[in-house]
Each structure stands twice: as structure tokens, then as C-alpha cells.
């Protein structure tokens, strides 16, 4: 009882206790608010976050979250296929997981920031670049955890299979993908944040062409807009929150009846 | 009785050159229940996974005639599919018309006790039942060699000895040969027509217990001064070797 109700208050609490700062560090700031408007100009306290909000800059907002969405999903949707078949290839044969995994390792601590120019140099200012961007910052968990749920499988399952003269197909069709869909949708779920972060990370850099939420946030710090910069913020942030919800709901209706981690 | 299996003074190295088991020659007929004993390491499992053709010798000969089965010390029940699910599956693996493998499979459910579980998942049975699953999911494909290994290792006793019992009933009706490794020398006892005793590795067959109980076995067999002298003897064999 006490456990549930700590459950179930805890993340208001946590939640509560942000906002006040919020307002602490938005009233305490020297210089926060214009002296002659009275606007904010730094950190607008939460009642005042849609003072801008209406007209044209809401439409931009709108508009750049569509691009940014649509960049995310792309790229993640990308990642996960092409990050699986990479996965099952390197866990199929050594050779391909020794030939693979050093280029994988180094695609993944390369900055980001590295990355894009070379990009756009390559590509261009386009979607196709930001999608790029963005499977390329996604793929890495995809690829390792369907490697590791793969290698985790138990070695006398496997046995089990080879004993009725399985082939590979059926072996991986089976038992080797359904046994690494738990470890796979972790991937998929560290994936969606890491792609919601290459759309907009990404996105500062492209200047051409029309503003995904990384350039509008830039727009608004530019021109002293601080309510809808950070309103653009937030919705970044409700952006990779759904991404991630969306694959704990698949998770759940395509593992929850079997796996631990869910089944309760 | 015609022999299905055996293995004829068969040993395997390993390529870092450790000598798993040497001249190791073991025969199972048709109808036959032969358990295999020895100390921890010397052999017995791999011994099994070469009877199996998991993994192959690199000296000697070994001969199947017939179908095999192997039973893991685990379940190895695939967590995603239910009971009946699970036991269909060595039948669905070998592509053998669906309506052939619903009969069977009802049937193997009944033999082991467990129609009304059929729609179970894993994690949803205990241990025994897990176990009763599996043993469902080897005899529902009718081979001609069966191979257990360990397979009540992680039991309690209780469940132990009441499995030993239902095997010996699911196999009584069946002519097919077992090779069954296990720690337990009341349960090769119980359950065997013959018992080999391993040496320490590298493993080979240093003793054969001949069983003089017939085949109309039950719980109380365990408690007779016949049984316990077996054992004894067995259970001496097994000191000697163990250093």
C-alpha cells in the first residue's frame, strides 16, 4: 500500500518540485524581465509561456515540429531495419561481426557535430541529410542489442533446433529472433530518444530549406523570443517521450504476456 | 533385442588437446533403459551429445539406427509459446502435417498430466511441470532413442521420484531405447535395466551394474534391502574412483 501510493505521488512530487524551481530561478535572475515591457527575456515563468504563442510564431512552431517528426520517424524507422538486418548478419557468422563491430564503435563515438557538415557537403541541405543525421545516431543500440539478444540466446536451445536439422532461416525465424525481441525493443526504445536528438542536433546546422525544431530554436534565442524557444524545447522533449511510449506499448503487446521485464 | 545405439571404443579430444573421453563403448537395445553414473566432469553429458550427433568423436565408431530425442537437464521451453505450443515443436520443426501433430500432441499432453495446462505459458508452470512439458515434447515425436540428460537434476526430491515414476510409465508402453545421464544413483537404480559407472576424465566405462528388478516397478521398490544393496554397491564403485 505505502509502496503504491509512493508509486503514485512520487513523479508529482519530483514534477511539483521542478516547477518550483522554475519559478525560483525565473524570479531570482537579474535582468530576467524587460524593464520596459516586462517581458521575459531569459527564463519565462511557466504561466507565461504562451504569451507568444498565437499568430505566425505558433504556425512556425507547428510546422517545424511536423519536420522534425517526420525526420525523427524516418530515420528511426531506417535504423531499426537496416540496424536488425545488421544485427542478425553479425550474428550469423564471426567474420561479419569482426568486420563490422571496430567501423560501428567508431560511428558511434564520432560527435555529432563532426558529422553534420560532412553531411551536407556530401548530401546536401536536404531531408535526405537530416534523415541521414539521424539514422546514424539511432543505429548503434539497434545493432548491438539484436547482436547481444541473438548471442544470449541459451546454447541448449539451440541444440534443440540443430537436433531436428533446423536451417538457419528457421533457426532465426524461431527461436533466435523472438528469443532477442525482448533486447531488441530496449534498443529500439534508447534508439527513439537518440533520434529525436539527431533530428534536432542535426538541425542546427541546417540553414537552407525549412526549420526543423533545432533551427527554430536558434531562430527564437537569435531574436530574444525565450517563451517559444522554450516552448519549441519542450515540445522536442514531448517529441522523444512519445517515440519512447509508442515502443513501450509495442513492447508490451508483442512481449508482455511472456517476458519478465513486463509480464507482472 | 535389436541394438539402436552404440558407441565402440569412442573417444574425443578437444582441439586444445584435452582428452574428454577415451575408449568409451556403450550399447543400447531397443527397449532398453541404460543410465550412466560417474563423477562430476568425467564425461557423461558429452557422451551424450556424441550418442546425439551434436558433437562428433574423433576416435571410434558410433552406430544409430533410428530416430533420437535428447532431453536437456533444463527445459528449454521457448518462454513465448504455450504448453501445447512447446510440445508441438519438435513435430512442427520436422514438417509433419499439422492435423497429425494436434492428435499427437493432445495425446502426449494427457500422458504427462497436463491437458488442462495446454494453454499455459512457461512461466506460468512450476518446475515439475516444466519439466513434465518437455518430456511431452520428446515422446510426442515417438523416436526410436532417447536421450536424458540430467533432466530432473533441478527437482525436489518429492517431484523427483514421483517423474521417475511417470517416465518409466510413459516408456513402458513404448519399445524405444534410453541412455540416461544423471548424479543420482536411486534414480539410475529405479529407473534402469542396466547402470554404467564413468571414471574421472577422461571418461570411459569402468563398471556395468546389471538391475535384477523386472519391469512392474513402483515407489516402494526404493525401500527394499535389494535396492539399497544395488545402490551400495554402486555408490562403493563410485568412492573408489573418486580421488
Redesign the interface.
Known amino acids: 500500500m505505502k509502496r503504491r501510493f509512493l508509486n503514485a505521488v512520487g513523479p508529482v512530487a519530483v514534477f511539483l518540485a521542478f516547477i518550483a524551481l522554475w519559478y525560483l530561478v525565473a524570479y531570482s535572475l537579474h535582468n530576467n524581465f524587460s524593464p520596459a515591457s516586462g517581458k521575459p527575456m531569459i527564463i519565462p515563468p511557466p504561466h507565461r509561456l504562451f504569451e507568444d504563442f498565437h499568430g505566425p510564431i505558433r504556425d512556425r512552431i507547428f510546422t517545424a515540429l511536423l519536420i522534425s517528426t517526420r525526420t525523427a520517424i524516418t530515420g528511426l524507422a531506417i535504423s531499426a531495419i537496416v540496424g536488425i538486418v545488421i544485427g542478425v548478419a553479425m550474428a550469423q557468422a564471426k567474420w561479419i561481426e569482426r568486420s563490422l563491430w571496430p567501423h560501428l564503435i567508431a560511428l558511434q563515438v564520432t560527435p555529432i557535430i563532426a558529422i553534420v557538415p560532412l553531411m551536407i557537403r556530401l548530401i546536401g541541405a536536404n531531408f535526405t541529410a537530416r534523415v541521414t543525421v539521424t539514422v546514424i545516431i539511432s543505429i548503434f543500440p539497434i545493432v548491438s542489442n539484436t547482436l547481444f539478444g541473438i548471442q544470449s540466446v541459451?546454447p541448449?536451445?539451440h541444440?534443440?533446433?540443430?537436433?531436428?536439422n533446423?536451417s538457419r532461416w528457421?533457426i532465426l525465424r524461431?527461436?533466435q529472433l523472438?528469443?532477442a525481441s525482448p533486447a531488441i525493443f530496449t534498443g529500439l526504445r534508447v534508439a527513439a530518444g537518440l533520434a529525436v536528438i539527431g533530428a534536432i542536433v542535426g538541425d542546427f546546422f541546417f540553414t537552407k530549406g525549412d526549420p526543423g525544431l533545432g533551427q527554430l530554436i536558434t531562430f527564437f534565442f537569435l531574436n530574444n523570443l525565450s517563451g517559444p524557444m522554450f516552448i519549441t524545447a519542450l515540445l522536442a522533449t514531448a517529441l522523444g517521450l512519445m517515440l519512447f511510449i509508442c515502443f513501450g506499448v509495442i513492447n508490451r503487446i508483442v512481449?508482455g504476456?511472456?517476458?519478465?521485464s513486463v509480464?507482472r | 533385442m535389436s541394438v539402436i545405439f552404440s558407441a565402440e571404443s569412442a573417444g574425443l579430444m578437444y582441439p586444445d588437446g584435452t582428452q574428454a573421453l577415451i575408449d568409451t563403448s556403450v550399447k543400447v537395445a531397443a527397449g532398453e533403459f541404460v543410465s550412466i553414473v560417474g563423477p562430476s566432469g568425467c564425461g557423461k553429458s558429452t557422451l551424450l551429445?556424441m550418442a546425439?550427433?551434436?558433437i562428433a568423436q574423433t576416435t571410434g565408431t558410433i552406430t544409430r539406427t533410428g530416430t533420437?530425442?535428447?532431453v536437456?537437464?533444463?527445459s528449454?521451453l521457448?518462454?513465448?509459446r504455450t504448453v501445447r505450443k512447446n510440445v508441438a515443436?519438435?513435430l512442427e520443426?520436422?514438417k509433419i502435417d499439422q492435423r497429425i501433430i494436434n492428435e499427437r500432441t493432445s495425446v502426449a499432453l494427457a500422458l504427462v498430466g497436463l491437458t488442462d495446462s495446454a494453454d499455459k505459458?512457461?512461466?506460468q508452470l512450476s518446475g515439475g511441470m516444466k519439466m513434465r512439458t518437455s518430456l511431452a515434447r520428446s515422446l510426442v515425436c515417438e523416436p526410436d532413442l532417447y536421450l536424458f540428460d540430467e533432466p530432473f537434476a533441478a527437482l525436489d526430491e518429492f517431484s523427483r521420484e514421483r517423474l521417475n515414476l511417470e517416465l518409466r510409465n510413459m516408456l513402458s508402453t513404448r519399445n524405444a531405447g534410453s541412455l540416461f545421464v544423471t548424479h543420482s544413483i536411486a534414480e539410475a537404480v529405479f529407473l534402469s535395466h542396466r547402470v554404467l559407472v564413468m571414471s574421472p576424465r577422461p571418461g570411459s566405462i569402468v563398471k556395468e551394474f546389471v538391475i535384477p528388478f523386472g519391469n512392474d516397478r513402483d515407489q516402494n521398490l526404493r525401500y527394499t534391502s535389494e535396492f539399497a544393496q544395488v545402490s551400495g554397491e554402486i555408490a562403493q564403485t563410485l568412492r573408489e574412483l573418486t580421488p
Do not use: E, M, Y
Open positions: 541459451h541448449s536451445l541444440d534443440l533446433f540443430r537436433l531436428q533446423s528457421v524461431k527461436l523472438p528469443a512481449i504476456r511472456w517476458h519478465d509480464a | 551429445r546425439s550427433g551434436l533420437v530425442q535428447f536437456f537437464q533444463d528449454t521457448l518462454p513465448w515443436l519438435n520443426l520436422q505459458l512457461p512461466r
